[in-house]
């Protein structure tokens, strides 16, 4: 009968302590500036007859080791509090205020910092990467909202598709997006891409090779220079004196049949391959030295025959 009481016993202290709160200690690996010399407090003791008494004050080593923590009401929270200020430490992680990562004096909300080392490698402060999927668009990307979770939500995202997927056949691509209030899809408002380097500005057809900046709606800007490749697209060789122009009646016979000047390209051609600046102002420039030219002559036929006019009126 004794034995039969003493199970039943340790079968309800069971129960009991099953059904109490999840009190106790917490051991864990931690790392503070502060070193201590007495030895870590003595676990606290949960009784059903008796209230949790926790320890009045958690007590940690001075070094990377274990620790003893009294029981938060917070079953979610393990650390409270994580101070990494010791001798050698790189990281600094308070409970308040900014937080470094290789910076014990961080000067933002977080900073991250490391050495720059070898020269010829890059210093990666941060690497964002995802698992590779098929369908979506392997795009890691950092956003920043507006913090509103109703209607009026809005965001930027930075991001990189860093791999290729089955569905949108897309190359590698570094963009920046925009979603604005209200609107269901993000716009991408700007991307380079692996293919050549191509930079796009809005949605245009990137689909032409030969180039490497696409702007949609065109650019409004207060200078723009263009360089040419070689001489030969620069005309000066027209006032050399072995350069032949094309006889003045045999320019009327070409106009008259092309409806155009030669060498420009027609009105077919400029919206089908759209107009080179550097090469079409160095045509222009070819036509208008051509076109001195012309006038030059006349003005010497016109001056030859005043004089012939002169003569005869002697």
């Not at 990281?91 to 290789?102: Q, Y």
């Not at 965001?155 to 604005?180: C, E, M």
């Not at 000047?261 to 919206?271: A, F, G, K, M, R």
């Amino acid at each position: 009968m004794k034995k039969l009481t003493f199970i039943v016993a340790i079968l309800i202290a069971a129960n009991v302590n099953a059904q109490a709160p999840q009190q106790g200690t917490v051991t864990g690996t931690f790392t503070i500036s502060q070193p201590v010399t007495k030895a870590p407090a003595a676990k606290s003791k949960w009784t059903p007859k008796k209230k949790w008494t926790p320890a009045k004050k958690p007590v940690y080593y001075s070094a990377a080791g274990t620790y003893k923590a009294p029981y938060s009401a917070n079953r979610n929270i393990v650390y409270s509090y994580i101070d990494t200020v010791t001798k050698d430490a790189e990281n600094f992680f308070p409970l308040k205020g900014n937080v470094g990562i290789g910076t014990n004096t961080p000067m933002s909300a977080l900073e991250l910092r490391r050495n720059a080392g070898d020269g010829d490698k890059k210093n990666f402060l941060l690497s964002l990467s995802n698992i590779w999927s098929p369908n979506g668009l392997n795009e890691p990307t950092i956003m920043f909202n507006n913090g509103d979770n109703t209607a009026n939500f809005s965001y930027w995202t930075l991001g990189a598709r860093v791999s290729g997927d089955n569905a949108h056949k897309d190359p590698q691509t570094f963009k920046i997006g925009y979603k604005a209030p209200n609107e269901p899809n993000e716009k991408e408002f700007f991307s380079i891409d692996s293919y050549q380097g191509r930079v796009k500005i809005g949605s245009c057809n990137t689909n032409v090779d030969g180039y490497k900046l696409y702007v949609e709606e065109g650019i409004l800007t207060e200078k723009v220079k263009v360089a040419v490749k070689d001489s030969e697209d620069w005309f000066d060789n027209v006032f050399e004196p072995d350069y032949k122009i094309m006889p003045i009646k045999d320019l009327e016979t070409y106009i008259n049949k092309n409806k155009h000047l030669p060498e420009i390209p027609t009105t077919s051609d400029v919206l089908t391959n759209g107009v080179d600046l550097g090469k079409m102002n160095g045509l222009l420039l070819k036509k208008v030295e051509e076109l001195t030219l012309y006038m030059i002559d006349l003005k010497k036929e016109l001056d030859a025959t005043k004089k012939e006019i002169e003569a005869l009126k002697k």
